[in-house]
Every structure is written in structure tokens, then in C-alpha cells.
């Protein structure tokens, strides 16, 4: 069978533009910085908060709730007052989230609930391994060693540097 549409020739006229470099606006920004973290302007606001380091996927909602940003804009649309909300939010959030949310409950010396997000989470990690070697506790020393802390077995996994095994004696 024959196409009936033979007879017409195709569109001609401009090409063929991709849906993103029509879209893109003046104020379009492909880099937000937040907490010290360059997030990508193409991802949404829901996905693009958890890229910083202490903030996972259900508290990015709450801080979009509370700063009443729409959570399926592309961050890199949002004006400046919106990413300022959204700094202020991330900055007291430990005054809007229950104490099970936080990522430093029950500090060491000051006893109080804490949320931690970007570098401060590396800082504050090491500093609780040293006070551990430095205080001589069983983890601590574990640390040092370079063995497994929290109770896994070592005898049959995690095993590094020469092989082990039977070894025959040769006739």
C-alpha cells in the first residue's frame, strides 16, 4: 500500500529548538550557594536541598514548608528572598523539628539536641573520635587499631594485608 501523505512536503522553517533553552529565564541562576554548598539551579527545590551534607529528604520538606517555597520549582528560578527564607529555615531549624529528627542528640558536653549540616558534621566527627582516643575508651582504641567498632566480627570478614589459610607441607 501506498502512503497517502506523499504528496506533502515536510515543514520547513526553523529548526527544531530543545524545550530548555526556550525556558530559560534572564534571572535564571545554574549555581545557588546554600550552607557553603553550590546546589544545581536545574533540579527541583524538593530534590536539590538534600544534596547538603545533614539535610536528608524529609527534612528538606519541612524546611520548604516552613519557608513556603513550592517544592517543585526549579531552585535556580527562585528569587532572593525565597533562597534567603530558605537559609534562614536551614539556620533554625532546631527550634522547628523534634529531637528524634536531629543528627547530634545528647551532647557530650553540653548535653542539648543539635542539627549539624555542611562542614560542621566532618569537624564535629573528628573531634568526637580524638576525645575517644584521647580518653583511652574501648572504641577510641578501636579507632586507633583500625578495627571495627560497633561489635562486627572480624575473624571471617573485614579481613586486609596478608592471606590466611592452611598451608600443606609439600611431599
Not at 557530650?108 to 555542611?118: K, V
Not at 577510641?140 to 561489635?151: L, P, Y
Amino acid at each position: 500500500m501506498a502512503k497517502k501523505n506523499d504528496d506533502k512536503t515536510p515543514k520547513e522553517g526553523k529548526p527544531r529548538q530543545s524545550k530548555k533553552a526556550t525556558d530559560v529565564d534572564e534571572d535564571f541562576r545554574y549555581i545557588v550557594r546554600i550552607v557553603n554548598t553550590d546546589l544545581d539551579g536545574e533540579k527541583q527545590v524538593g530534590i536539590a536541598l538534600p544534596y547538603i551534607k545533614g539535610i536528608g529528604n524529609r527534612l528538606a520538606d519541612v524546611i520548604i514548608r516552613r519557608a513556603e517555597v513550592p517544592p517543585k520549582v526549579k531552585i535556580g528560578t527562585l528569587d532572593d528572598e525565597q533562597i534567603e527564607r530558605l537559609k534562614e529555615e536551614i539556620e533554625n531549624i532546631v527550634d522547628s523539628i523534634p529531637g528524634w529528627l536531629m543528627n547530634k542528640r545528647r551532647d557530650m558536653y553540653t548535653g542539648e539536641d543539635t542539627h549539624l549540616y555542611g562542614s560542621e558534621i566532618e569537624t564535629r566527627k573528628r573531634e568526637d573520635i580524638n576525645l575517644l582516643k584521647k580518653i583511652r575508651c574501648y572504641r577510641g582504641i578501636r579507632h586507633e587499631s583500625g578495627q571495627k567498632v560497633r561489635g562486627q566480627r572480624t575473624r571471617s570478614n573485614g579481613r586486609s594485608g596478608l592471606t590466611l589459610g592452611v598451608s600443606r607441607k609439600r611431599p
